[in-house]
Every structure is written in C-alpha cells, then in structure tokens.
C-alpha cells in the first residue's frame, strides 16, 4: 500500500517561506513524474507544481511560478516544495502524489500566510 507523508507547513507571515517534503512509499517512485497539489475548504485540490521523474522538466501553476522550485531526491524517495514570498493566497493544505494523480492522498501539510 502506497503512503504519502507531507510535512513542513506551518503558521507564517506573508513574505515569508517554507519547504514542504513529501516522503512516498511508492516503488516506482524514480520513474514516476510527481506532482504537489493544494486545496482549500472552498475549492478543489488545484495543481501547484510537478516535476518528472528524471527531473529533467519541472511545471508550475501561474500563481506560484517564480516563487517555488521543485524538487526531488529519488533514493530518499522524497519531493520537495520550496515556498518564497509567501501570500495569504497560498494558504492551504499541500498535498503530494504522482502525476496524475494515481494513489491514495495523505493527510496533506497545512500552510497558513497571514498578512
């Protein structure tokens, strides 16, 4: 069974940053394009960045592009999102999964911006 643990959110100011990672239990995590998704109570869990398996592409949402990089170690099986400049916009919980998405979600990393 496949297990997605997200961590490193947390309560922070706007401008400010975070790393979130991502630890999947997924035996073809080096050959899978992976992928970090956000989703507020009012909304859809949106798309936020990927990245492929090589990690020879990388692809970003308009409302994050030129504040996070993606990124991945494949033999810790292990994504990562950096965050900077944060805004209030971007709070939400942060999920991680293949792209597309294929397993079941985790519990997901809360990030709240406040102003």
């Known amino acids: 069974q496949v297990h997605l643990v997200e961590s490193g959110g947390g309560l922070v100011q706007a401008g400010g940053s975070l790393r979130l990672s991502c630890v999947a239990s997924i035996d073809t995590f080096g050959s899978d394009d992976m992928a970090w998704f956000r989703q507020t109570s009012e909304k859809e869990r949106d798309f936020v960045a990927a990245?492929?398996?090589?990690?020879?592409?990388?692809w970003y949402a308009d409302s994050v592009k030129g504040r996070a990089t993606i990124s991945r170690d494949n033999a810790k099986k292990t994504l990562y999102l950096q965050m900077n400049n944060l805004k209030p916009t971007d709070t939400a919980v942060y999920y991680c999964?293949?792209?597309?998405?294929?397993?079941?979600w985790g519990q997901g990393t809360q990030v709240t911006v406040t102003s």
């Open positions: 990245m492929s398996w090589s990690g020879g592409g990388k």
């Open positions: 999964n293949t792209d597309p998405a294929l397993h079941q």
